[in-house]
């Protein structure tokens, strides 16, 4: 790269230079895969401490004709920064609806819900309420299977909007988790004006399981918390037969992870649940 001279903008930094026009293509292909249909849901299914699933985790997947499938972390900032985001979600939460709509025929998925995240931009969207009200209409799901799952930097942003909206969707009976929970400024006093059902321990404490104690001591806090609040705790990212016994130990009865079992689609979740019930 060249350097500048005094009050020269350096358009023509050749590094720079590359680095935006890659993100203008992935701006205009993220466009175009979204007008095409690409974009789809995969479901990570959770499991309690006896081994049957009670909820799914809806999470995109882009279905490029050229690239295979890519998970969001391949377009999500991009996506974001391109303000591209609030349509994506639309299509995951449409997307999951049909398919809870769908799981509601069958008796194995009658309690099982199904969690989508929401990003910030798309809680504070005007619409927002309306939006999630209708696709439930529209798409015959049960609001008492959905679960959104919002972070506490989003909630931190405007709280009294945040719980209005909340509040709202409560009275149809959708549900809430935090996600990524313990790497925020939660404090016992603002969790207390939530209107929340679930905890989501961060992925990256249950890593340090079942050794690093510093680890271990913030989940146990994750899920003294929890209890004093009367809230659900899941960890996720639970990847060893060690992590889960040392979170089960420790009061923790719901998990999501590879060792249980990797995102799929809606058709390997249900196959998982059959092969279940034949043992
Ligand atoms: P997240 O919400 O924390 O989702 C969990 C991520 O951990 C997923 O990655 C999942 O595939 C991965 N994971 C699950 N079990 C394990 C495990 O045992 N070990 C490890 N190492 N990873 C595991 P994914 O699907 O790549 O999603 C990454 C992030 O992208 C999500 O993190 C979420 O923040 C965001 N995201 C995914 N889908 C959506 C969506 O539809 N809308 C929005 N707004 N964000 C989404
Ligand atoms: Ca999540
Ligand atoms: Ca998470
Ligand atoms: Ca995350």
Same mark, same amino acid.
């Given at each position: ?39 789809? !849901? ?16 809806a999470l995109v997947r882009w279905h490029h004709p050229e690239r295979g499938i890519l998970a969001p972390g391949a377009f999500i900032e991009v996506a974001e920064a391109a303000g591209l985001m609030n349509q994506i979600d639309h299509v995951v ?73 909340m509040r709202l969707l409560k009275q149809s009976g959708i549900r809430f988790a935090i996600d990524d929970f313990g790497t925020g400024y939660s404090s016992l006093h603002y969790l207390q004006q939530l209107p929340l059902d679930q905890l989501k ?71 998982? !649940? ?6």
């Open positions: 790269a060249k350097a500048a001279g005094k009050g020269e903008i350096r358009f023509f930094d050749p590094e720079m230079q590359e680095v935006i026009s890659q993100r203008l293509l992935l701006e205009e292909d993220i466009v175009r895969g979204l007008h095409a249909g690409e974009f789809n !849901v995969y479901f990570q299914p959770q499991f309690n401490d006896d081994g049957g699933m009670t909820g799914t985790e939460l449409q997307r999951s609806c049909e398919q809870m709509a769908s799981w509601a025929r069958l008796e194995a998925f009658s309690n099982v819900t199904v969690s989508v995240n929401i990003s910030s931009i798309q809680l504070y969207q005007p619409g927002f309420v309306q939006e999630v009200l209708n696709i439930l209409q529209q798409t015959g799901a049960n609001p008492a299977l959905l679960k959104l799952e919002l972070t506490e930097s989003m909630l931190l942003t405007d709280m009294p909007q945040a719980i209005s909206r321990i961060d992925q990256s404490f249950v890593r340090g399981l079942p050794y690093d104690s510093n680890s271990l001591a913030i989940i146990r806090a994750i899920i003294a918390m929890a209890k004093s609040l009367e809230l659900e705790v899941i960890a996720e990212g639970v990847e060893t037969e060690a992590q889960r016994a040392i979170l089960l130990n420790n009061g923790c009865r719901l998990y999501q992870g590879y060792l249980f079992a990797r995102p799929g689609q809606a058709s390997d979740v249900e196959a998982l !649940v059959f092969e279940a019930a034949e043992h």
